[in-house]
Structure formats: C-alpha cells, structure tokens
C-alpha cells in the first residue's frame, strides 16, 4: 500500500464531492429566484441519500466482480470492503479508498439530471425516483464500463472517468425526464433568464476545481497518468470555455459570461472519457469541438425542437459526452496510456467502434428505464407539482422557504 497514492485519492473524492454543491450553484443561479432553494436542496439531499444508499448496496450492485450485468450483492453494507487494497481495482490504496472516491461518481450523476426538470417537480417524487434512478440505471451501467467482468469493459470500451458512466447516462436521464414532465408553465409568454450570473460563475470555478479529482483521481495513483489527466483537462476546459465566447462573439457581437461558463464545462464534460487517454493537442481539438457541437445543440436545436431541458443537462452533458467518449476513440493513444488503446487516428479503427457501440447501448438503456422509472413514481406519487404551486415556486411550496428576504 502505498502512503502517497492513497493520499491523493482522498484528496481527489473531497474534490469531486465538492463538484455537487458546485453544481448546485451552477444551476441554481440559472434558475428563478422562487426556486433556487429548491435546486440546492435537491443537490445536498443527493449526497445524503447517496452516500447512503452507496455504502449499504449501491457499491456491491456496481463493482463486485464476476457478473457482466451487475456486481450482485457479496459487498452489501462493505462487508468484505476493507483497508487492504484490493488488486483488481486499485493494487496500491485501500478498498475504501476506492469505494469511497466512486461513491462521489454516484453522487453527482444523478444530480446532473435536475437540470431537465428544474422547477417543476415534487420532492418526494424527486428522492423516489432519484433513489431508484440510481439502483437500477446507474449501478448496472457502472458495472459494464468499470467492474470486473462488466460486458462493455470486456468489449474494450475506453471511459477514463465517466463520459458513458456520469455524462452520456444522466444527459439521457435528463431528456427523457424533460420529454416527460413536459415544459414549464407559460415559458412561451415569460421566457426564464438566470437571476444570478454571479452564482453560475461560481459554480463554474468550483466544478472545474473539483473536476480535478473527478478526471486526474481516476489515475487512483499519484503518478504520470494523473498529470496527463490533470493537464489535458485543464486544456481542454480552456480550449472550450475560449471557442464558445467567440463563437458568441461572432454569431451575436457580444461574448457572454454565461456563454463561456457553458463553454468551460462542455469542455470538462468531453475530455472525462478521454483524460487518461490522450495528450495535449487532441485535448484542445476535442475542446474546441465540443463547444461548437453543444452550442448548436442548445442554441439551435433546443430551440425548434421545442423540449423544455430547462439547464441544459442534455445539450451540454449528454452531446458533449457522446462527443468525448467518440473521440476517444479518435485519439486515444498507447503511449499515453499503455493500459489503454490506440484510436482511430493511430491506427485502430475498431476502437472507434466499440466506443460507439457502448455510446448506443448506454443511450437505449437508460432511455427505456429512465422512461419507466418515471411512470413507475409519477403512476404512485405524481411527479409534477400543482400548476399554482409552479408558479409560486418550489421553495415556497416544498420545503417553507425564501432564498431573498427584502427589509422594509
């Protein structure tokens, strides 16, 4: 066991828990000011329920190895999951260590989702689903890309730290929910606008902070792999959030701070499958790809479709996903990673295949359960909230509560 590695990836599962109440306020100022509360209650109330639901089952349902659907039941409540390493996953750091930094995976997947339904759903329906979202969509796919004997990890498929996993699986999650719930009350006559820009900024600097651990932890090793990691997201992030201003620039004569706050995080987005797989110059195409992809995805798209993703958890998360989990298999290179494989462009085409194969299996899966889930809860509880309650807004009708208090 080594002192250093484990270090860094305690270090690193403090960072990507930070990423949730970044995310938090990330969407939260995006929302009305009647719902701020409602948002970061959804994003904390995930990482109790998560945290939970992690330690008793969700860890076992995910990586327990043997299985190539799910992991089954042999660690519930970590029994067996231990102090010592455990070889498969992480030879120099304890077991612990592992499944407490892929519990922070599990935390942050679903909440990304809350970006489509923004505004407009219970929150008892909301922990139902969330809770069932994560048992039965989250863990299995877990198993296929990451768990020993997982039938997409057989099948070769690259994702370094969640592109399929976190990014293409809650994108998906997220349309089909928006799809579902439908749009938000008198949207065509009052069109939303972010009431704190200040807060998206925020939420931004703290989500590309903690996408640190998220993309160089997955190393699960203070080592090279981890400064490869490190620095292509870093580039990559910078290549996006600098492409999406001037994108804004040219289409409407203006950069925005919104815009290139978007930009940064598509970039983050893409580069996650891709970060412990290929070296600087693809990290910047990959960047600047990304932001010309999702930003026709949210500000062309979105718009004639007519889909109420209220935060834009498909156009950023879903699209920019699928965009970095393929170009993996574009980029990817051995001499990065000799773990890894060799993409398209040095010489093996059939890895670009089987990160579309896992990018097709990940998207029709999780559409069709995703879809039932929601039926399930909506059929039992009622997902949606009272059309007055709507437009009173979540913090006052679900949880009693006002994020701005003006003094007389």
């Known amino acids: 066991m080594n002192t250093g590695d484990t270090a860094w990836v305690l270090i690193c599962s403090a960072l990507v828990l930070l990423m949730t109440p970044a995310l938090a306020f990330f969407y939260g100022g995006m929302v009305r000011k009647k719902n701020i509360l409602s948002v970061l209650m959804q994003c904390f109330i995930i990482m109790c329920v998560l945290s939970i639901q992690w330690v008793l089952f969700g860890y076992s349902l995910s990586f327990h190895p043997?299985?190539?659907?799910?992991?089954?039941?042999?660690?519930?409540?970590?029994?067996?999951?231990?102090?010592?390493?455990?070889?498969?996953?992480?030879?120099?750091?304890?077991?612990?260590?592992?499944?407490?930094?892929?519990?922070?995976?599990?935390i942050i997947t679903p909440a990304l989702i809350i970006g489509a339904f923004a505004e407009r759903m219970k929150f008892s329906a909301f922990l139902v689903f969330t809770l069932l979202w994560a048992t039965f969509v989250y863990d299995p796919l877990c198993h296929w890309v990451w768990g020993i004997g997982g039938w997409l990890r057989n099948l070769g498929a690259l994702d370094f730290a969640g592109g399929t996993v976190v990014h293409i699986n809650a994108g998906i999650a997220a349309l089909v929910t928006a799809l579902v719930i439908?749009?938000?009350?008198?949207?065509?006559?009052?069109?939303?606008?972010?009431?704190?820009?200040?807060?998206?900024?925020?939420?931004?600097?703290?989500?590309?902070?903690?996408?640190?651990?998220?993309?160089?932890?997955?190393?699960?090793?203070?080592?090279?792999?981890?400064?490869?990691?490190?620095?292509?997201?870093?580039t990559a992030a910078a290549a996006a959030g600098l492409s999406w201003a001037l994108i804004e620039?040219?289409?409407?004569?203006?950069?925005?701070?919104?815009?290139?706050?978007?930009?940064?995080?598509?970039?983050?987005?893409?580069?996650?499958?891709?970060?412990?797989?290929?070296?600087?110059?693809?990290?910047?195409?990959?960047?600047?790809?990304?932001?010309?992809?999702?930003?026709?995805?949210?500000?062309?798209?979105?718009?004639?479709l007519g889909y109420d993703d209220s935060l834009d958890a498909f156009g950023v998360h879903c699209v920019g996903g699928i965009w970095g989990a393929l170009a993996t298999g574009l980029f990817a290179s051995k001499v990065v990673n000799s773990a890894g494989a060799d993409g398209l462009f040095f010489g093996n085409p059939k890895q670009?295949?089987?990160?579309?194969?896992?990018?097709?299996?990940?998207?029709?899966?999780?559409?069709?359960?995703?879809?039932?889930?929601?039926?399930?809860?909506?059929l039992i509880f009622g997902i949606r909230v009272k059309e007055n309650e709507e437009l009173i807004?979540?913090?006052?009708?679900?949880?009693?509560?006002?994020?701005?208090?003006?003094?007389?």
């Open 66 to 106: 043997g299985q190539g659907f799910w992991g089954g039941f042999g660690w519930l409540g970590l029994n067996g999951v231990g102090l010592e390493p455990y070889a498969d996953y992480a030879p120099t750091i304890p077991h612990q260590a592992f499944m407490i930094f892929q519990a922070m995976f599990a």
């Open 182 to 234: 439908g749009r938000r009350k008198n949207l065509d006559s009052n069109t939303p606008t972010p009431h704190n820009l200040p807060f998206v900024v925020l939420g931004t600097g703290l989500l590309w902070f903690g996408w640190f651990g998220f993309n160089a932890g997955s190393a699960l090793a203070a080592n090279g792999l981890a400064v490869n990691a490190f620095v292509v997201t870093n």
């Open 249 to 304: 620039w040219m289409r409407n004569g203006k950069p925005t701070i919104f815009g290139t706050a978007s930009g940064a995080v598509a970039g983050l987005v893409a580069i996650t499958p891709a970060a412990g797989f290929v070296s600087v110059v693809p990290a910047i195409i990959i960047g600047i790809m990304v932001s010309i992809i999702c930003f026709i995805a949210v500000s062309v798209i979105k718009p004639k």
């Open 352 to 378: 670009f295949l089987v990160q579309l194969a896992a990018v097709l299996v990940t998207i029709v899966y999780t559409a069709i359960v995703t879809f039932v889930i929601y039926k399930l809860v909506d």
């Open 393 to 408: 807004g979540l913090d006052l009708t679900q949880h009693r509560e006002r994020a701005y208090t003006v003094l007389e």
